[in-house]
């Protein structure tokens, strides 16, 4: 039987940062004068921080030296570092302590899939770092999903063809990169979000051992 790889997205899968990222670029929208709120925040979903901010001074009609970016960049950062500095293992989100260890329980290799440049500190913080053998973010790569490369990566580092893999995903361009690899893409939100997924949850608490038994078997 081939090997089955998992691969986790971090932000609003296995913890809920995007509240984080939310009020860092919130922050930055007041510094700036833009009208920024809880809507527009979808838009940043699973996209990169130089992205993100791309959009958010397009949104304000402004056009500024890359010095300036570059500046701004680090100071969402830093805000939003100073936001996970406090966070623990309450932070988790249901169930998904409950599905890591099932998994590790079956020996499944498991990797993280991530835009976040943060999610190894993250993971520290949650105490989950133990349960994945690889960490691939923001640092590791050079394209930002939709584009499959992080994935793709994940699979390599865990010896998993990438047909073998499934992937847990609530951004609509991290379902599409999970396709684009040829992978079993589980959406973790709003079906009518994340329609394109293989299969839709709106949390773990949703997802049992047989669906999970399933997936290991192909």
Known sequence: MNKTGFIFDLDGVIVDTA????????????????????????KFKGVSRKRCLEI?????????????????????????????????ETEILPDVE????????????????????????????????????????GNSVTKAKPDPEVFLI??????????????????????????AAEMVSIGIGASEVLQEADYNFNDFTEINVAFLDKLIEN
């Open 19 to 42: 509240k984080y990222h939310y009020l860092a670029w919130k922050n930055l929208a007041d510094e700036l004068g833009i009208e920024f709120n809880k809507d527009d925040n979808e």
């Open 98 to 137: 409950k599905v890591l260890q099932y998994l590790k329980k079956k020996n499944i290799p498991m990797a993280l899939g991530s835009a976040s440049k943060n999610a190894r500190p993250i993971l520290e913080k949650v105490q989950l770092l133990s349960y994945f053998e690889a960490i691939v973010d």
């Open 56 to 88: 958010l001074l397009e949104m304000g009609g402004l056009s500024v030296s890359e010095k300036q970016f570059d500046a701004w960049l680090v100071e969402k950062n830093e805000d939003y570092l100073e936001y996970i500095k406090k966070m623990d």
């Open 154 to 179: 994940a699979a390599d580092h865990l010896n998993v063809e990438a047909a073998n893999c499934v992937v847990f995903e609530d951004a609509v361009a991290g379902v599409a990169a999970a396709n």
